[in-house]
């Protein structure tokens, strides 16, 4: 059975960096073409992804925060580390960290993900 | 930035057909995965790869893709069916994943 949970902070700061980590169980981020990955969603608004770490170490941002964020794994924890610099009120959210399962698409060449399972989220409110 | 189109709200009746829609360029090459999500809930998949429903997710849920648009389909809504839907495919270079904005589906 997979399982994620998220750790970190409820309350931060204005310009302060926040530091979340997913724990999970149930796979290997070393098996080919899985991710973790990190979704947030501001009260009352959409689903926001925002970066993705994947068995080989490739990283992928969302291009309006890539500046603000760092994703970093630790394979012989099971944990992977989402980093977000300069926090603002306009971030606080809920944050959620996701198994993605990533299937190339032959017809066109693109990346497929599929965020299958998802932690039970974390909030976190950023003001002074 | 690369967008997927929603409704935003969708109400139907009890026993109803809901049709979500999802728009985007790259769709005619592109899958795309929905998710449901109740309230105070995390997200949960219920159609993959624009028509494979995933175990455990009822038979109502079926999905379809044309063109540009993929729909999501619930025949014979039930009043747990209540939630936000929200489709999720990639960016115009397939690079990442993008969620579009949302939609509420109401069970009158």
């Known amino acids: 059975q997979i399982t994620l949970k998220e750790s970190g902070p409820t309350l931060v700061k204005p310009t302060q960096t926040l530091t979340l980590t997913c724990t999970f169980s149930?796979?290997?981020?070393?098996?080919?073409?899985?991710?973790v990955g990190w979704v947030r969603q501001a009260p009352g608004k959409a689903l926001e992804w925002l970066a993705l770490?994947?068995?080989?170490?490739?990283?992928r941002y969302n291009p309006s925060l890539k500046t603000r964020l760092t994703i970093t794994q630790d394979t012989s924890k099971n944990q992977v580390v989402l980093t977000m610099a300069d926090m603002d009120p306009v971030d606080t959210a809920t944050y959620y960290c996701?198994?993605?399962?990533?299937?190339?698409?032959?017809?066109?060449?693109?990346?497929?993900?599929?965020?299958?399972?998802w932690g039970k989220g974390t909030t976190v409110t950023v003001s002074s | 930035s690369y967008e997927l189109t929603q409704p935003p709200s969708v109400s139907v009746s009890p026993g109803q057909t809901a049709r979500i829609t999802c728009s985007g360029d790259?769709?005619?090459?592109?899958?795309v995965c929905w998710y449901q999500q109740k309230p105070g809930q995390a997200p949960v998949v219920v159609m993959d790869?624009?028509?494979e429903r995933p175990s455990g997710i009822p038979e109502r849920f079926s999905g379809s893709s044309s063109g540009r648009t993929v729909t999501l389909t619930i025949s014979g809504v039930q009043p747990e069916d209540e939630a936000e839907y929200y489709c999720?495919?990639?960016?115009?270079?397939?690079?990442?994943?993008?969620f579009g904005g949302g939609t509420k589906l109401s069970v009158l």
């Open positions: 996701v198994h993605s399962l990533r299937e190339l698409q032959l017809r066109s060449g693109f990346f497929y993900y599929n965020m299958g399972v």
């Open positions: 770490i994947h068995w080989n170490d490739d990283k």
């Open positions: 790869k624009d028509t």
């Open positions: 149930g796979f290997s981020l070393t098996t080919s073409e899985l991710g």
């Open positions: 790259t769709l005619p090459k592109q899958y």
């Open positions: 999720q495919s990639s960016d115009s270079g397939g690079r990442y994943p993008v």
